[in-house]
């Protein structure tokens, strides 16, 4: 018995049932489950005009599980050896992509799908229907959004189900003894699971997982991590990021103690700090003062909050304000180089992290202060930067990363020595070549996922 499968069925009523009282008191909810009852529709409008084929359907939570799944799904849609059943040689795999969170859709543009939004209600009914219209070949979850209704109708239409990147985290509620019984069903019925590491293949099969399903595959986040950056470089997005911001301290020869304030004969480090919370931003500008009352360097933050909204883009360009910052919003800044005398600037723009990186010295990532989530630390690595982060997260390759010191973990009482000492180049360049080492050295498993995953199409 599937009993994770009853129970999210079981939420899904409550759900459907709450709708007016979810509209007054949570309306984000409301509209999610809006979405997800408007999904079986949509799914099966566009699964009954497809045109013949393999097709793949991926899920993951948000863009960060997608985006780590893209490298092993466009591989698998390339592979002609992966296209049979008359298909021609050479064609790719249609490919459909739903997503938990709305930020999913910043991974489109890496997965090119045929069709895309949010996932059917957890409950037979839908995901039955939906599996019927769309009619996969192969449903595969990425890294840890495994859904027990949407499994079991898979077992019920014979449609095999992979889980890739799989990962479970320290402390995961999943692995507490009452998830463990209701979820061990869905999890003893994926076909394959490629583990991120093989302390998440241990973790994955104490939740079910068979072990002859379980292969050790890596994540193959590092292998779009890798891309993304040398596509910065090679694609003029970071000359356009350094034109408009300044080329930073990144000539800086290592001469002398590091010190300046960007009004010498080089420009001050500059910071990008990505993906952060209010609580991140509130230390760093701590920081950055500190650094300046102790007669250090100065520093240019560059600032790309993770949710860019109108009212915290204000708060933060009223609380730079405040301190007597210098501070522009990227939207301000357009072709000219404005930003360059700035000392902070608040980037306004979602989607571009990852080029904006290259244009850094240092990289500051988001959601180690507090109960937010540490967010991605292997993209500035792979641009080449020295990580810093706050100590309160449960990510394996963030750890991995500052064992290979390519990273420095920082409470925020102690932001400003770490700053202090990244202004010195030689240092930066040392955490830097690590940084990027430690990203070379995880590649590869976006082919190694590929391989994985094509004994499960049909032949």
Partial sequence: MNAGAGLTEVVAGVALASAPLLRRARPD???AVAARRSATAELGAWGRGRAPGPLVWLHGASAGELLGAAPAIRGLR???SALRGGVR???RAQLVVTYG???GRAALAWLDPDHSGPPPLDRARDCDAAL???RPALLVFAKLDVWPGLVAAAHRAGVPVALINGTVRDGSRRSGALARRLFRASYARL?????????DARRLEALGVRPKAMTVTGDAAFDLALERADRARADGSAVFFLSALGPGDRAGDGAGDG?????????APRLVAGSTWPVDERALLDAAAAVRRGGGPGWQFVIAPHEPTAAHVDALVASCAARGERVIRWSEIGDTAAGRDASVIVFDEVGRLAELYAAGDVA???GGLGGAGLHNVLEPAAAGLPVIFGPRHDRADARALASAGGALVSPAGALADTLAGLAHPPRRRRHARAARAFVEAGAGAGARTADLLRPLWPS
């Fill in 364 to 366: 500051y990532v988001g």
């Fill in 89 to 91: 040689a050479g064609a």
């Fill in 259 to 267: 010190a300046g304030d960007g009004a010498g004969d080089r420009a």
């Fill in 101 to 103: 969170s709305p930020s």
């Fill in 29 to 31: 909810i409301a509209r």
């Fill in 191 to 199: 076909d394959a699971v490629g583990a991120a590491s093989p302390e």
């Fill in 78 to 80: 390339r592979s002609s």
């Fill in 132 to 134: 019927a219209a769309v």
